[in-house]
């Protein structure tokens, strides 16, 4: 009984580490633009909102 509560703890102890790791190098999904792209990208968004942009099929018709 001591040795299975001795390798659940070693196995928690080596899930912490694996946690732990995985913590330390998450990439922050905000850090994938800089603050330029971040705001072209917001910029794109308002005008595919308000109608202001051509699909790709359009823009493939017109070159026709």
Do not use: A, P
């Not at 913590?23 to 330029?36: A, E, F, Y």
Request: glycine share 4%; hydrophobic share 30%; net charge negative.
């Amino acid at each position: 009984m001591d040795n299975d509560l001795t390798l659940v703890i070693e196995k928690l102890d080596k899930i912490e580490e694996d946690i732990t790791y995985l913590k330390q190098h998450m990439v922050d999904k905000n850090s994938l633009l800089s603050d330029g792209e971040q705001d072209l990208v917001e910029q794109g968004l308002r005008e595919y909102h308000h109608g202001k942009t051509v699909s790709l099929e359009q823009i493939k018709k017109k070159r026709r």
